[in-house]
C-alpha cells in the first residue's frame, strides 16, 4: 500500500507539501526543481539532481552550506536538459554553476547537455560525477560504478568549499580527489515501489535477503537467506575492504543509509555491527551519520558508505552546521 491520493498527481502533491514544511525553497514553474531562496549569488552555486523517488535527496540538501539548487525529474527517470538550464538560469546572475551528479547513463546524459549549451552561452561550468557504488554486475562481475549514497557526502563536502570562496577549478579539483575515496554497496529486503505501481522493482522469496541492489530497484549480485545483521555488516564489509585496501590507523567516515523502509533500529543495530568490525580492522572512525539520505521509494534496505578521510580538512567540512531540510547538525 502506498498513502497517496491519484498516482498522476503524487510528484506535484508532495512537492506541495514540502513547500508547507519547508518554506525557504523557492519552487521554479514548470519543473520540478528548487533552489534557496536565501542565496546571496556571490559564490559558486551548487546544483545536483536525479529522478523523484530517492527523497530526501535531492530537495532535502538545498540550503547554506550544502546545495544552491536540485533539480528532480519524474520517479526514477533524471530531468531534462531544458528544465536543467532553467532552473540555473533562475538562481544565479552570475554566469556559473558546478553540478553534481550520480553516474547513470540518462542522468549524465542530461546534465552533460545542459553544461554544454550553457558553456556555448559563455558560461563557466564544472561537473562531478560520482560513481561510489561498488556492486558488481552478477554475469560479468564489472563493478557497476552507479552513483548512489555517497553522492551526499559530496554535497556536504564540496557545499563547504563553496561556501569559503571555492572557483570551479577549485571545486574540480576537490571533486576529484573526494569521489575516488568514496565507496558505497547496498542490501534489501525488498524491492522499490514505482507509485501507483503494485508490483515492485524485484521480489525476493520469504526471508531472503539481495546484495548489490541499486536505487532504482536494479537487481544485485547475490541472494541469500537473511541471518543477523551482523552477517550483512560483514559481507558489506569485506566488499568495501577489497576497494579501499585499508590499514590499522588509517581514518574514515561512516555513513550508514536506509533505502526508505528500514527502521531507526535497524539502522543502529546496523551501525553497531559496522563499528565493531571496523574497531577489529583498527580503523580510527572520525565521523559517522545515520539516518535517512537518499532512498529507493519504500525499499526495505540499507547501504553503507565509507569516505577514507584522506585530507583532514573533509572532516572539518562535515562537521561545519548548514541550513537544511535533511542533514542532521
Same mark, same amino acid.
Given at each position: ?32 526543481? /528548487? ?8 559564490? &559558486? ?24 539548487? !536540485? ?10 536538459? $531544458?528544465? +536543467?538550464?532553467?532552473?540555473?538560469? $533562475? ?9 553534481? &551528479? ?10 552533460? =547537455? =545542459?553544461?554544454? $549549451? ?9 561537473? /562531478?560525477? &560520482?560513481?561510489?557504488?561498488?556492486? &558488481? ?13 555517497? *553522492? +551526499? ?10 561556501? $569559503? ?19 558505497? +554497496? ?19 522469496? @520469504? ?17 541469500? @537467506? ?6 550483512? !555488516?560483514?559481507?558489506? +564489509? ?24 528500514? *527502521? ?66
Amino acid at each position: 500500500m502506498q498513502i497517496i491520493n491519484e498516482p498522476q498527481n503524487a510528484l506535484n502533491q508532495a512537492i506541495q507539501g514540502i513547500q508547507w514544511a519547508y518554506p525557504n525553497l523557492t519552487w521554479v514553474p514548470h519543473t520540478l526543481g /528548487c533552489y534557496d531562496r536565501n542565496f546571496q549569488d556571490d559564490q &559558486v552555486p551548487l546544483i545536483a539532481g536525479g529522478g523523484s523517488g530517492h527523497d530526501p535527496a535531492h530537495w532535502g540538501y538545498v540550503g547554506t552550506g550544502m546545495l544552491t539548487a !536540485a533539480i528532480m525529474g519524474q520517479v526514477f527517470q533524471p530531468p531534462t536538459p $531544458q528544465e +536543467i538550464i532553467k532552473v540555473t538560469k $533562475q538562481v544565479t546572475q552570475q554566469r556559473r554553476a558546478f553540478f553534481i &551528479v550520480k553516474n547513470f547513463p540518462a542522468d549524465v546524459a542530461a546534465f552533460t =547537455a =545542459a553544461q554544454q $549549451q550553457l558553456q556555448a552561452e559563455h558560461w563557466q561550468t564544472g561537473l /562531478c560525477i &560520482v560513481a561510489d557504488d561498488i556492486s &558488481v554486475d552478477n554475469a560479468s562481475l564489472k563493478q557497476r560504478r552507479r552513483g548512489v549514497a555517497g *553522492t +551526499i557526502l559530496v554535497h556536504k563536502i564540496l557545499g563547504a568549499a563553496a561556501v $569559503q570562496g571555492a572557483s570551479i577549478n577549485e571545486l574540480n579539483q576537490l571533486a576529484s580527489t573526494l569521489v575516488a575515496n568514496i565507496h558505497t +554497496i547496498g542490501v534489501a529486503a525488498s524491492g522499490a515501489h514505482i507509485p501507483g505501481q503494485a508490483t515492485v522493482s524485484f521480489t525476493l522469496n @520469504p526471508g531472503e535477503i539481495y546484495y548489490g541492489i541499486g536505487i532504482h530497484g536494479e537487481p544485485g549480485y547475490r541472494r541469500e @537467506p537473511f541471518q543477523s545483521s551482523e552477517l550483512l !555488516a560483514q559481507e558489506l +564489509i569485506s566488499k568495501l575492504h577489497l576497494n579501499f585496501q585499508w590499514h590499522a590507523g588509517d581514518h574514515y567516515a561512516v555513513f550508514v543509509n536506509s533505502l526508505g523502509g528500514t *527502521t531507526p533500529m535497524e539502522l543502529m543495530v546496523f551501525n553497531n555491527d559496522v563499528h565493531e568490525l571496523l574497531t577489529l580492522a583498527a580503523l580510527e572512525i572520525d565521523f559517522n551519520k545515520v539516518g535517512t539520505f537518499l532512498t529507493s521509494n519504500g525499499m526495505h534496505g540499507l547501504s553503507l558508505t565509507l569516505l577514507k578521510l584522506a585530507d583532514p580538512a573533509w572532516l572539518t567540512a562535515l562537521n561545519q552546521p548548514v541550513t537544511t531540510a535533511a542533514w542532521p547538525n
